[in-house]
């Protein structure tokens, strides 16, 4: 089993910056993939930004220059520096991992892992 927990989410202003955190836990061989996805009620969850084990990040066009993808491999952490934040901006904001895991019933897993979500709200 592996958790994701998304945290940092909240309302800021046009302007302003803000900083998602996600935390991947579990019985855990390695996590690879990391990436952030944002999604608006009724409409598809679309690819913020990438970064997979020793490759280079990817951002969506939208996120190039204003957001920046970081992790902490030590502890299995991925971060989401957002700045110069837009009302269009406002979604739920959703980590995705695929992490390697092992348990009793099965040595080797590879598991595609989302978190719960975290609403980034940019109003005044």
């Known amino acids: 089993q592996v958790q994701l927990v998304e945290s940092g989410g909240g309302l800021v202003q046009p302007g302003g910056s803000v900083r998602l955190s996600c935390v991947a836990s579990g019985n855990i061989l390695s996590v690879n993939d990391m990436a952030w996805y944002r999604q608006v009620p009724g409409k598809e969850r679309v690819l913020v930004a990438s970064?997979?084990?020793?490759?280079?990040?990817y951002y969506a066009d939208f996120a190039k220059g204003r957001f920046t993808l970081s992790r902490d491999h030590a502890k299995n952490t991925a971060y989401l520096q957002m700045d110069s934040l837009d009302p269009e901006d406002t979604a739920g904001y959703y980590c995705n991992a695929q992490v390697w895991t092992s348990d009793s019933n099965k040595p080797f897993n590879d598991v595609d892992a989302w978190g719960q979500g975290t609403l980034v709200t940019v109003s005044s």
């Open positions: 970064l997979p084990t020793g490759g280079s990040t």
